[in-house]
Nanobody, 115 residues
Framework: QVQLVESGGGLVQPGGSLRLSCVGS????????MGWYRQAPGKERELVAR???????NYADSVKGRFTISRDNAKNTVYLQMNSLKPEDTAVYYC?????????WGKGTLVTVSS
C-alpha cells in the first residue's frame, strides 16, 4: 500500500522558517514526480511546488524565491524548505504523487504563521 507521511509543521512567526518532510513507503517514489500542495481555510487546495525525477522544479508564483523543494531518493523523502514565511502561508500542507492513474495524498501537516 502506498503511503505518504508529512511532518515538520507548526507555529512560526512571520519571517521565520520551517522545513517540511514527506516520507513515502517503498522505493517506488524515486521514479515519480512529487509535489507539495496547501489548503487554507475556506480556500481550494493549490499546488505549492513540484519536483520531477530528474530534479527539475516548479513553484507557485506566491512562493518563488522563498520556498525550495528537494528530494532524497535514498530516503524516499521529499522536503519543502520554507523561508520568509508570511501569514498568508498559513495552511495545511499536503504531500502528493501520482503513480500511473492513481493520486496519493498524505494526511497533511498544519503550518501556522502568526505573531
Amino acid at each position: 500500500q502506498v503511503q505518504l507521511v508529512e511532518s515538520g509543521g507548526g507555529l512560526v512567526q512571520p519571517g521565520g522558517s520551517l522545513r517540511l518532510s514527506c516520507v513515502g513507503s517503498g522505493s517506488i517514489f524515486r521514479f515519480y514526480a512529487m509535489g507539495w500542495y496547501r489548503q487554507a481555510p475556506g480556500k481550494e487546495r493549490e499546488l505549492v511546488a513540484r519536483i520531477i525525477t530528474g530534479g527539475s522544479t516548479n513553484y507557485a508564483d506566491s512562493v518563488k524565491g522563498r520556498f525550495t523543494i528537494s528530494r532524497d531518493n535514498a530516503k524516499n523523502t521529499v522536503y519543502l524548505q520554507m523561508n520568509s514565511l508570511k501569514p498568508e502561508d498559513t495552511a495545511v500542507y499536503y504531500c502528493h504523487t501520482k503513480i500511473n492513474v492513481m493520486n496519493y495524498w498524505g494526511k497533511g501537516t498544519l503550518v501556522t504563521v502568526s505573531s
